[in-house]
């Protein structure tokens, strides 16, 4: 069966450190890969987007790299804030179709100041 | 710009009501879709539209109707509520092909 996991419901760290988020999925071929941020009680907010072909892509303190091969894509944010406390969703979109968007179930990262 | 909208923001039904959520976008994107959250399950897609006067089912879409006459709506219809029903309701819209997708702020709706 298809399956999209992000590697835990929750996760603390430090001020300042660089967290990474895991995003797993078997038995999809994504033609695209996305990460979203979502803040209680709002609807989530598009991040940044990689391709199948692109191993990395950064946006200010955000870097995202995609392995086809593994099937995983991690997510870092470097020099953490209090800020950036949030669930962070993955989606696959894939190749075929549509162009549908399939989520995974977010990790809820709490930065601690 | 106000995006995507969505209304209402809360709803309260009982078991057997219907009711139609609201939805619309100003930024004239052809595909429209709409989810569901429930804790642990992410958000799942239940209808979805490429464009006015064409609607597809997605992973969940049994007890929900849509429709899409103009490019700027897209409305959720419950027929008939049932307590399963009870989640939060996300309408998006988004770019072509891999295209970023702009989300509303969604609707809680209770079925007791």
């Known amino acids: 069966s298809q399956k999209i996991e992000q590697n835990s419901e929750a996760l603390n760290i430090q001020e300042g450190k660089t967290a990474t988020l895991t995003c797993n999925y078997t038995?999809?071929?994504?033609?695209?890969l996305q990460w979203y941020r979502q803040d209680p009680g709002r609807g989530p907010v598009f991040l940044l987007l990689?391709?199948?072909?692109?191993k990395e892509k950064r946006k200010e303190r955000l870097k995202v790299t995609f392995d086809t091969t593994l099937k995983q894509s991690l997510f870092h944010i470097t020099a953490s804030q209090p800020a950036d406390s949030a669930t962070y969703l993955c989606?696959?979109?894939?190749?075929?179709?549509?162009?549908?968007?399939?989520f995974g179930t977010g990790t809820r990262l709490t930065v601690i100041p | 710009n106000a995006g995507v909208t969505q209304t209402p923001k809360f709803q309260v039904l009982k078991t057997g009501q219907s009711m139609t959520l609201q939805c619309a976008q100003d930024?004239?994107?052809?595909?429209m879709s709409w989810y569901r959250q429930d804790p642990g399950m992410g958000l799942r897609l239940i209808h979805y539209?490429?464009?006015?006067?064409?609607?597809d089912q997605g992973e969940v879409p049994n007890g929900y109707n849509v429709s899409r006459s103009t490019t700027e709506d897209f409305p959720l219809r419950l027929l008939s509520a049932a307590p399963s029903q009870t989640s939060v309701y996300f309408c998006?819209?988004?770019?072509?092909?891999?295209?970023?997708?702009?989300f509303g702020p969604g609707t809680r709706l209770t079925v007791t």
């Open positions: 998006a819209s988004k770019l072509p092909r891999g295209g970023e997708q702009y």
């Open positions: 038995n999809y071929s994504p033609a695209y």
């Open positions: 990689i391709r199948e072909n692109e």
């Open positions: 989606a696959l979109v894939l190749q075929t179709g549509a162009n549908n968007l399939f």
């Open positions: 930024m004239n994107h052809e595909y």
């Open positions: 539209s490429v464009g006015a006067g064409i609607t």
